[in-house]
């Protein structure tokens, strides 16, 4: 059973701008979870740095996971549906406008699934797709929604209370004005079972985003870039993951994550906060 802490707690927090990854749990099991999302700190559309704005992105997330019986002969496989709804702030530098704010919903599809998953380790993969977006995709603060993403996942106990998680992220970006990103996770958590009297982990990790295609926007590019040239929009950022995850009882569980930017170029916010509160049956 100290794998399936660990396991949950790896796959319900990726990084990566804190895309929706699964969250997993045993064959026949039901996990129902509602959570938000809330991007806050700086938008830097430009490399000038008179560009730079407050952030603003609120997501509010409803997913249900169903734990999928002897599929493939996975040592644990899920599906996953996730259901989002978001709010992102006007762009506007001074008396400039430069996007309106804006509201949108998406709704995500997933597979998951441990190739490897005892008491001392785990391995895993997880598949998923946002066939239904809704939202302006010019503007340049949105939440990560790409067409496809997939991901590897691994754990490995230290001890009896320590272990080490890493997560490595492929995002296919939009086809529209969204790049195509790879992001890393990886880092420590610790059990604090045994002087609480229930389950509860805190983690830490190092992470890093950069995205792999590159885009322009002609309106910043306007007021910020001199004149007759065109500034590249490519993300780039590293920085610190901090997460909580609880048990209440054996059936409800909480989840806290505080994701910081510590350097990079073009991030649609600098700093990300997550909660979720979650039922399994």
């Known amino acids: ?9 790896l796959l319900s927090n990726s990084a990566m701008a804190f895309v929706s ?23 830097e559309p430009n490399e000038n740095r008179a560009s730079y704005q407050d952030a603003q992105i609120d997501i509010y997330k409803l997913k249900y996971v169903r734990g999928l ?9 899920n599906f996953y549906l996730e259901y989002g709804s978001f709010a992102s702030a006007k ?21 998951s699934g441990d190739i490897v998953h005892d008491l001392e380790k785990q391995f895993g993969f997880y598949l ?23 991901g590897l ?35 420590f958590g610790y059990r ?4 609480v009297g229930r389950q509860l982990t805190i983690a830490g990790s190092l992470f890093l985003e950069a995205d792999i295609a590159e885009r322009k926007d002609a309106s910043y590019d306007a007021a910020f870039s001199p004149t007759g040239t065109q500034d590249r929009i490519r993300s780039f950022k590293y920085g610190t993951l901090f997460g909580i995850d609880m048990a209440l009882t054996d059936s409800i569980g ?3 994550n505080y994701l910081q930017k510590l350097g990079g170029y073009d991030a649609r916010s600098t700093q990300i906060f997550t909660g979720s509160i979650g039922y399994k049956f």
Request: hydrophobic share 35%; no cysteine.
């Open 128 to 150: 998923q797709a946002s066939p239904v977006r809704s939202y302006n995709t010019n503007k340049f603060s949105n939440p990560r929604l790409d067409l496809f993403a997939i």
């Open 1 to 9: 059973m100290k794998l399936i802490l660990i396991t949950t707690f």
């Open 69 to 77: 019986e002897g599929f493939l002969s996975l040592s644990r496989s």
């Open 254 to 256: 909480i989840n806290v």
């Open 91 to 111: 762009e506007q530098v001074g008396s400039t406008l430069f996007y309106e704010k804006d509201q949108g919903s998406y709704i995500t599809l997933g597979f």
């Open 21 to 43: 990854g699964p969250s997993s749990v045993s064959e026949g099991e039901n996990y129902v979870s509602v959570g938000i999302q809330a991007e806050r700190g700086k938008v």
């Open 153 to 187: 996942t691994s754990a490995f106990n230290v001890s009896d209370n320590f272990f080490q998680r890493n997560l490595i992220h492929y995002g296919s970006g939009d086809g529209t004005n969204q790049n195509s990103y790879l992001a890393i996770d990886t880092g």
């Open 192 to 195: 604090l079972n045994h002087l």
